[in-house]
């Protein structure tokens, strides 16, 4: 069965600081790997990486997949209070017209 | 361009109803897909649809079932609701693959 597992499910930092979230999975065949900022209710699309291996950055945020280990992590450097959100990473599948998903990480950015 | 939207934004029922719920998708986007999203469980597939065929179904109970007009709009039904079934439903469309999803801001289901 296909699976995306993200650690940690929750995360508390201060204003300022850098966080990474990580996320790994195990699909029959791999297709690409997507990441989505939820902030209230309609996840917001924020990077696509496939193996290809080049690293997505976008002002604060970057994100790497890590084919060897299966991985990908998600990087936010500086972090903002707007920053609070759940974090999804989703995987397509190839030949699947669907997204598997890992449980969020939820961060909170205190100020 | 008007985003997904979905209808209704909440919904309050007991076990044993019946529900539906209601997605437009973005003008010119062919594809919707559904997901169920619970705080234990994150985002679960499914269905998607492609011009009123379904394409792809996930690992739900026959209570749960879907449709797509003409136009692209799409409803999914779930009968004789169990409490289970609370959860955030998404829609979101594609004129693509599922990589290009655009989603609405879901439905929030209350089964009591």
């Known amino acids: 069965e296909d699976k995306v597992v993200q650690s940690p499910l929750s995360l508390v930092v201060h204003e300022g600081d850098t966080v990474t979230l990580n996320c790994s999975y195990e699909v029959t065949n791999f297709r690409s790997l997507l990441w989505y900022k939820q902030e209230k209710k309609a996840p917001t699309f924020l990077f696509m990486l496939?193996?290809?291996?080049i690293e997505k950055k976008s002002g604060r945020l970057s994100s790497i997949l890590d084919k060897k280990e299966l991985s990908s992590i998600l990087n936010i450097t500086a972090t903002q209070t707007g920053d609070s959100a759940i974090y999804l990473c989703a995987v397509h599948v190839q030949g699947a017209q669907k997204l598997v998903f890992g449980q969020g990480t939820r961060l909170t950015i205190n100020p | 361009k008007a985003g997904v939207t979905q209808t209704p934004r909440y919904l309050i029922k007991t076990r044993g109803q019946q529900v539906t719920l209601s997605c437009s998708p973005i003008s010119g986007h062919r594809s919707v897909s559904w997901y169920q999203q619970t705080p234990g469980q994150g985002l679960q597939f499914l269905f998607e649809y492609f011009s009123e065929t379904q394409r792809n179904k996930g690992n739900f109970p026959g209570r749960f079932s879907g449709r797509q007009f003409s136009n692209s709009r799409s409803e999914m039904n779930v009968s004789t609701l169990e409490l289970g079934d609370s959860a955030l439903y998404l829609c979101a469309s594609s004129d693509g693959g599922p990589e290009k999803l655009f989603f609405g801001s879901g439905t929030q289901l209350s089964v009591l």
């Open positions: 496939t193996s290809s291996g």
